[in-house]
């Protein structure tokens, strides 16, 4: 008699964050399995589902001795007033704010001032690829809302361009 094994109804895969490719299927599952018995999915709901639990698999993700968690929240409530602040156009400038200072691109906690990014080759170098990646990461994140099939469009057509631009410039 052949064993069978339960096909997952969904397939998950992680993108970024903490979580390992290897992991996405148990944590997407777990993730699930949190909104069944919750009835939504949000943080507090998440947390209230592993704090208590060493055993499932979402657990680990966490730090539970107060004193570093303390001091990690402090330091991600640093980075937030970093971010948060920007610079005003000048008079006769476009309207749009732009945040005063930039990760530096090496150092992921590390920022500058704005200006000082756009004077350097590198750090701008950085924040183009990181612009392009985002755009990018847009045109997948919402593949599935049909209302965006042109804007998905115009930005595919802008990427190949640039990325054509760039080919060019190897020559």
């Known amino acids: ?30 993730l699930a399995e949190i909104k069944r018995k919750y009835g939504t999915l949000t943080p507090e709901n998440l947390l209230n589902a592993v704090e208590k639990d060493p055993t ?3 657990h680990k993700y966490f730090e539970w001795d107060v004193n570093k968690a303390a001091r990690a ?24 704010t732009v945040r005063a ?10 920022y500058i001032e704005r200006e000082e990014m756009l004077a ?9 690829n990181r612009a392009l990646d ?15 099939e042109n804007e998905r469009a115009a930005v595919k057509q802008l990427l190949r361009r640039h990325d054509a631009k760039v080919d060019q410039a190897a020559e």
């Open 73 to 96: 929240h402090w330091l991600e409530r640093a980075s937030e007033i970093i971010r948060c602040v920007h610079v005003v156009p000048a008079p006769g400038r476009p309207p749009e």
């Open 56 to 58: 499932n698999p979402l």
């Open 134 to 148: 985002e755009l990018r990461s847009w045109v997948q994140r919402y593949s599935d809302l049909e209302e965006l």
């Open 101 to 110: 200072f930039v990760v530096t691109g090496e150092q992921q906690h590390e």
């Open 1 to 30: 008699m052949k064993k069978t094994t339960k096909k997952p109804e969904k397939r998950y895969e992680a993108r970024g964050g903490p979580v390992r490719k290897h992991e996405a299927q148990t944590v997407g599952e777990a």
């Open 120 to 128: 350097s080759p590198k750090p701008r170098g950085w924040h183009v």
